[in-house]
């Protein structure tokens, strides 16, 4: 059964910090993908990651493939309170594609000013 | 990007009655659509998956007379929740993808059974 362990569930720090969430799993995965969702809304994509050991930069943050594509980890910079969220990963469930997507428990941030 | 509209994104209703909502694709054709259920704090749990013109595939432990779903159209899925009780309470999401291309997601439905 393909698992994706998010760690830490829940984050509270101060603006400016710096933070990694992380995201495991025992199963190789074709693609990654990291989404925010703010409350009282869907899931928004933030980056889809493919390649093992690939990173990838969106403004301050910078996520990275495990080089065995069973990994990823996003990494924020100097966080503001806008980017408090709930920061989920996903990926392919299962080898075909159906489209369907396995979730982490996702990673509750919140950045305080 | 691509939009999937949720409706209604709020609904109340009481124990034992039945309630739909509908999932649309704006601007491509969903071949495929998708449902989840979030609770709280929680993460993504996949319900079902739907072709258009073709019965939904439930997920194991997802009850299929309890939460039926239509896809008559390439642009409109729907879930409608049969005599809801307090426990169906949830966020519910769906999402969309044209063939084999990117998933787009709703803004949720947000529903209470009182």
């Known amino acids: 059964t393909q698992l994706l362990e998010q760690s830490p569930q829940f984050l509270s720090i101060q603006e400016g910090e710096n933070l990694t969430v992380y995201c495991n799993s025992s199963s190789v995965f074709s693609s990654l993908q990291w989404y925010r969702q703010e409350p009282g809304e869907g899931p928004v994509l933030l980056v889809t990651v493919v390649t093992g050991g690939e990173v990838k930069k969106l403004k301050r943050l910078t996520f990275q493939f495990g080089d065995a594509r069973k990994d990823s980890s996003l990494h924020i910079t100097a966080a503001q309170p806008g980017d408090t969220g709930l920061y989920l990963c996903a990926g392919p469930a299962g080898s075909s594609n159906t489209g369907k997507l396995i979730f982490g428990q996702g990673t509750t941030l919140q950045v305080k000013p | 990007g691509a939009v999937v509209s949720q409706h209604p994104s709020r609904v109340i209703c009481k124990s034992g009655t039945s309630v739909k909502i509908e999932c649309r694709s704006l601007?491509?054709?969903?071949?495929?659509m998708f449902w989840y259920r979030q609770f709280p704090k929680q993460s993504l749990m996949l319900m079902a998956t739907?072709?258009?013109?073709?019965?939904?595939?439930?997920e194991q432990g997802v009850e299929k007379d309890k939460f039926l779903i239509n896809h008559a159209s390439l642009t409109l899925s729907t879930l409608t929740v049969t005599s809801a009780h307090p426990e169906d309470s949830s966020f519910y999401i769906c999402?969309?993808?044209?063939?084999?291309?990117?998933?787009?997601f709703g803004p949720g439905t947000r529903l209470t059974v009182t």
């Open positions: 601007d491509f054709q969903a071949t495929t």
């Open positions: 739907s072709n258009e013109g073709s019965k939904a595939t439930y």
């Open positions: 999402s969309a993808r044209e063939d084999r291309r990117e998933q787009y």
